[in-house]
């Protein structure tokens, strides 16, 4: 079974309007984290954003908000104000405690591909 | 602070070879983890080292082998590369276990190309 699922293959927005990328994941650990990453295609992975389960606020960092909804196990990226240079893929990842033996280990979805329109 | 660096960027092998890449990891960070990038299989994880050991490996065959050195430096070696070898390899480095940060923060990837 897929552990992290990105619905949406692709994207479109206007420039200075905000978008949200989808994202589910699967886990029965009650302790984990859940990331998003931003690739241009230059190929380098960019951390946005992070978000632990025992977090009790939404993660934001600048532009980027995580929409987090344990009970649904959703974890939407909304990017506010897009810009021309947010045309990326975007990752949403997870890393699952597994009892404190799994630090490092994240498991990725398939992605999006985000185009910001002028 | 440098960010994570990865040599060589790219690479052109044949099959049969075998190679190694490099990673240096951000100042001060002691987890060193390895993904391969493919456009069929996305991203996945190879394998995880902390403190020399590694801690975490992913569903590869033995080919793919790693290391970690006293500095947190880490290679990966791919003996007898096969052509699905080809993929942008990732190395990401984080603070490490027990520092109460899980951020991975990646380097610029190593392209090879296996022909």
Redesign the interface.
Known sequence: AQKITQTQPGMFVQEKEAVTLDCTYDTSDPSYGLFWYKQPSSGEMIFLIYQGSYDQQNATEGRYSLNFQKARKSANLVISASQLGDSAMYFCAMREDAGGTSYGKLTFGQGTILTVHP | KAGVTQTPRYLIKTRGQQVTLSCSPISGHR???W?QQTPGQ????LF?Y?SETQ??K?NFPGRFSGRQFSNSRSEMNVSTLELGDSA?Y?C?S?L??GQGS????????T?LTVT
């Open positions: 987890s060193v983890s993904y996305g991203l996945q994880f995880e902390f801690r975490n992913g942008l990732l990401a984080s490490g276990w899980y951020e991975q923060y990646f380097g610029p990837g392209r």
